[in-house]
């Protein structure tokens, strides 16, 4: 790889410069997080239940002790041999998050549509010890426009990333985030979906600091190196 060299003082200039831009955008960053925060909120009518390693749970018991709940869209269908790639990825950076995220009055957890025997054999497989429960008893996955049905995507009806969706996949991948008030009331405050999630991702984050960053251009598409972790040939 070609690249150009310089003298530590030329290279301490260059830095500098480059400075100035991350410090702005840093400042960009707070102003976006700031209008995040200010987004109005919708109120969760449903009353969703999941199967969780606890037993069956209603959505409001899912925030545990605390207001607000982060949910990853984990894509794996019950009829799907394991987990998606991709999201597992994410995964490797949730074990021993929550403590933290607990001290800022948020519960963390997957949620995926399969059943929770599927997802549980894969979460042993894969060594996380997240909180991971199923949507199968209710609509959520559907409602938060993650998990779709054959006939919404045959007949254009689904939406992806607050477009028509042009995938013919099943199960994407999401963020949300909920919360509730004293009176137990639920609100949905923020989704993400797609590149929205590249910040949520502590290793790629970690990889673009590298001089060959992702280096996924000449790849048939960008993911094609990534494995599980515990597929890779070495």
């Known amino acids: 790889m070609k690249h150009q060299i310089v003298t530590r003082n030329e290279w301490l200039e260059a830095r500098k410069a480059l400075l100035l831009q991350e410090k702005d955008f840093s400042k960009q960053r707070d102003k976006l997080s700031a209008a995040r925060r200010e987004l109005p909120w919708v109120a969760i009518e449903d009353e969703y239940i999941f199967d969780t390693n606890e037993g069956v749970k209603t959505l409001n018991?899912?925030?545990?002790?605390?207001?607000?709940?982060?949910?990853?869209?984990?894509?794996?269908?019950?009829?799907?041999?394991?987990?998606?790639?991709?999201?597992?990825?994410?995964?490797?950076?949730?074990?021993?998050?929550?403590?933290?995220?607990?001290?800022?009055?948020i519960s963390f957890l997957a949620i995926s549509r399969a059943s929770l025997s599927k997802i549980n054999s894969f979460k042993s497989r894969m060594g996380w010890d997240f909180n991971w429960v199923s949507s199968a008893p209710s609509n959520f996955n559907r409602d938060f426009n993650v998990s779709f049905d054959p006939e919404d995507i045959k007949s254009g009806n689904a939406t992806y990333n607050y477009r028509p969706m042009t995938s013919e996949m099943d199960e994407l991948v999401g963020v949300s985030v909920l919360t509730k008030n004293s009176n137990r009331d639920i609100f949905h405050t923020y989704s993400t979906f797609g590149r929205g999630l590249d910040l949520l991702n502590g290793a790629y984050n970690y990889i673009d600091l590298t001089p060959k960053g992702r280096n996924e251009r000449d790849l048939s598409y960008s993911m094609e190196w990534l494995r599980h972790h515990d597929r890779y040939e070495d």
């Open 61 to 105: 018991e899912l925030f545990g002790k605390h207001s607000q709940l982060i949910i990853y869209h984990f894509m794996i269908g019950d009829d799907w041999k394991e987990g998606c790639k991709s999201c597992s990825f994410w995964a490797d950076n949730f074990n021993g998050i929550d403590v933290h995220l607990a001290h800022r009055d």
